[in-house]
């Protein structure tokens, strides 16, 4: 009896433990932008899913809880203003991505807005959704405004975001980290460096530095680069003018901005990066106007040169 009381107390330990390891933590801070009705509150949330996923926004801050699958990735998180804790009128609209999106808690009574992301077809995939109220947007929560990022915290930001690369970039398993740290240079203590060590199939172990900026107030990540990666060998044939991801790309874009209320939306120069380790992107500049006022937008298009299909767009005001 204790025999089979301690094997099904090591089971279910096992079992916990793997449960828990599963669940990885990335919280951001809102970029506001001060723009739009000030009754009328807004925040924009872009990430990219494998698996499942959930977004938790309270306030200006915003948490990302990767459920299952591989480490989930911030993209975007933008409002006019700060989440209330009790708004008027809420409303969730799920606008880009091909799995599911739910809210699943809604910010009533002091609370916060919950929405679980669902993506049950293999590969990462992008997705946005919208939230909106009514009424009037306060200060934020004091416990909100004095956060700061300390130096363990800012190392595993960084760290999230150079695993996820490194396993799509050198398509490895794993990924194993060395001398990761803050850098102690003179104006560089808001960057976290380190190396990258892969080890391909059938090839001899690889290894490359890489860098992190990050908003040590805010918890932000600004950029996060592996420095050395070896050039992919890409199909020339796909990297064409002529291959049909480009003008896909630029309906995708037509389509966001005027989801958002633009019109004139105007696509100018589009074309494939050809930089090493990223012949899977595309991008350029658009302008649109709304309201009489015109605006410019960096973006990119994660695609697929081969089949001519677009995996997710990325969109930036200038």
Same mark, same amino acid.
């Given at each position: 009896?204790?025999? %089979?009381?301690? +094997?099904?107390s090591a089971a279910f330990a096992m079992i916990a433990g793997s449960l828990c390891a599963q669940i990885e933590v990335s919280e951001r801070q809102a970029y506001l932008r001060?723009?739009?009705?000030?009754?009328?509150?807004?925040?924009?949330?872009?990430?990219?899913?494998?698996?499942?996923?959930?977004?938790?926004?309270?306030?200006?801050?915003? +948490?990302?809880?990767?459920? @299952?699958?591989?480490?989930? !990735?911030?993209?975007?998180?933008?409002?006019?203003?700060?989440?209330?804790?009790? &708004?008027?009128?809420?409303?969730?609209?799920?606008?880009?991505?091909? =799995?599911?999106? $739910?809210?699943?808690?809604? &910010?009533?009574?002091?609370?916060?807005?919950?929405?679980?992301?669902? $993506?049950?077809?293999?590969?990462?995939? =992008?997705?946005?959704? /919208?939230?909106?109220?009514?009424? @009037?947007?306060?200060?934020?929560?004091?416990?909100?405004?004095? %956060?700061?990022v300390d130096t363990e915290e800012a190392i595993k930001i960084c760290v999230d975001n150079i695993r996820h690369q490194g396993v799509e970039r050198f398509h490895v398993p794993?990924? $194993?980290?060395?001398?990761?740290?803050?850098?102690?240079?003179?104006?560089?203590? /808001?960057w976290v460096i380190g190396e990258l060590e892969v080890h391909p199939g059938g090839r001899p172990a690889e290894v490359h530095r890489f860098s992190c900026s990050i908003d040590?107030?805010?918890?932000?990540?600004?950029?996060?680069?592996?420095?050395?990666?070896? &050039?992919?060998?890409?199909?020339? *044939?796909?990297?064409?003018?002529?291959?049909?991801?480009?003008?896909?790309?630029?309906?995708?874009?037509?389509?966001?901005? !005027? %989801?958002?209320?633009?019109?004139? +939306?105007?696509?100018?120069?589009?074309? *494939?990066?050809?930089? &090493?380790?990223? $012949?899977?992107?595309?991008?350029?500049?658009?302008?649109?106007? @709304?309201?009489?006022?015109?605006?410019?937008?960096?973006?990119?298009?994660? +695609?697929?040169?081969?089949?001519?299909?677009?995996?997710?767009? /990325?969109?930036?005001? @200038?």
């Open positions: 009896m204790y025999r %089979r009381f301690v +094997v099904a001060g723009d739009g009705n000030p009754e009328e509150g807004r925040c924009t949330v872009e990430v990219i899913v494998d698996g499942a996923a959930e977004v938790e926004i309270r306030g200006d801050i915003a +948490v990302l809880r990767t459920l @299952r699958g591989q480490p989930a !990735q911030w993209r975007s998180f933008e409002c006019n203003g700060y989440l209330p804790r009790n &708004p008027a009128n809420f409303r969730f609209m799920g606008v880009d991505g091909r =799995g599911r999106q $739910d809210l699943i808690r809604e &910010p009533r009574d002091g609370g916060f807005a919950v929405v679980h992301i669902e $993506d049950s077809r293999g590969g990462a995939e =992008g997705y946005r959704f /919208d939230i909106t109220w009514n009424g @009037r947007m306060g200060p934020p929560p004091r416990a909100y405004r004095e %956060r700061r794993v990924v $194993d980290f060395r001398n990761t740290r803050l850098d102690d240079n003179p104006g560089r203590n /808001d040590l107030t805010t918890g932000v990540l600004r950029s996060a680069t592996i420095q050395g990666a070896p &050039p992919p060998m890409p199909n020339r *044939a796909a990297l064409s003018p002529n291959n049909p991801a480009i003008p896909a790309c630029a309906a995708m874009v037509q389509k966001r901005l !005027q %989801r958002e209320g633009y019109r004139r +939306v105007s696509v100018g120069q589009i074309q *494939a990066d050809n930089r &090493p380790g990223t $012949d899977d992107w595309i991008g350029g500049v658009a302008t649109a106007r @709304r309201r009489g006022q015109e605006d410019r937008f960096e973006f990119s298009c994660s +695609v697929d040169l081969r089949r001519g299909t677009v995996r997710s767009v /990325d969109l930036r005001p @200038r």
